[in-house]
């Protein structure tokens, strides 16, 4: 992995509200971490620090949010081609947490167009879960539901695109 340095900042109950992330408010949805890419920064829930595989599967798919910006436009094409060919299988489940909540909202949704914003996060979000759940070294994890073929299939592809490292 290559690039401009990214920065870690460990912030007590982290929260989004309203499309802000918050910091010991105590109001909105509990979050693990987000990534500001402009900023090259990483805000990361402490509590975090003391589940050592959610920090590894968090921290590697906040970073892979760095790579997917610099990926082109071909590969960002080549990757949603990959799960609409894992759609028209029928296949279930994904590869984490954010993923799984954006495949479900893309599929309550089945008449947005691939150009909607909502597709695109959902390719977004799944290219960095599946990074994570290769590079991380989890094995198993309850938010791990594709089943293995197609889960392979994306390891496949990232390990050839991800060959002469990524860029970040
Ligand atoms: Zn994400």
Same mark, same amino acid.
């Not at 105590?26 to 050592?52: C, K, N, W």
């Not at 921290?59 to 960002?76: A, G, M």
């Not at 599946?130 to 791990?144: C, D, I």
């Not at 889960?151 to 496949?156: M, P």
């Given at each position: 992995m290559f690039g401009n340095p990214i920065y870690f900042d460990l912030r007590r109950s982290l929260t989004a509200h309203r499309g802000k992330l918050l910091f010991g408010a105590g109001t909105g949805t509990p979050v693990h971490a987000a990534a500001f890419i402009r900023q090259r920064t990483v805000v990361l829930e402490t509590g975090l620090l003391s589940e050592a595989e959610r920090l590894r599967l968090v921290l590697i798919h906040e970073v892979f949010h760095f790579v997917w910006v610099r990926l082109n436009n071909c590969q960002r094409r080549d990757f949603a081609d990959l799960l609409i060919d894992e759609m028209r299988g029928r296949a279930r489940g994904e590869m984490g947490e954010s993923s799984g909540l954006k495949k479900q909202l893309v599929q309550d949704r089945a008449s947005l167009g691939l150009s909607s914003r909502l597709w695109r996060d959902y390719v977004c979000e799944s290219f960095c879960d599946s990074a994570a759940a290769l590079y991380?070294?989890? +094995? +198993?994890?309850?938010?791990?539901?594709?089943a293995e073929r197609w889960a392979k299939r994306r390891y496949q592809w990232l390990l050839r695109i991800g060959e002469q490292g990524w860029k970040c």
């Amino acid at each position: 992995m290559f690039g401009n340095p990214i920065y870690f900042d460990l912030r007590r109950s982290l929260t989004a509200h309203r499309g802000k992330l918050l910091f010991g408010a105590g109001t909105g949805t509990p979050v693990h971490a987000a990534a500001f890419i402009r900023q090259r920064t990483v805000v990361l829930e402490t509590g975090l620090l003391s589940e050592a595989e959610r920090l590894r599967l968090v921290l590697i798919h906040e970073v892979f949010h760095f790579v997917w910006v610099r990926l082109n436009n071909c590969q960002r094409r080549d990757f949603a081609d990959l799960l609409i060919d894992e759609m028209r299988g029928r296949a279930r489940g994904e590869m984490g947490e954010s993923s799984g909540l954006k495949k479900q909202l893309v599929q309550d949704r089945a008449s947005l167009g691939l150009s909607s914003r909502l597709w695109r996060d959902y390719v977004c979000e799944s290219f960095c879960d599946s990074a994570a759940a290769l590079y991380s070294g989890v +094995a +198993a994890n309850e938010h791990f539901t594709l089943a293995e073929r197609w889960a392979k299939r994306r390891y496949q592809w990232l390990l050839r695109i991800g060959e002469q490292g990524w860029k970040c």
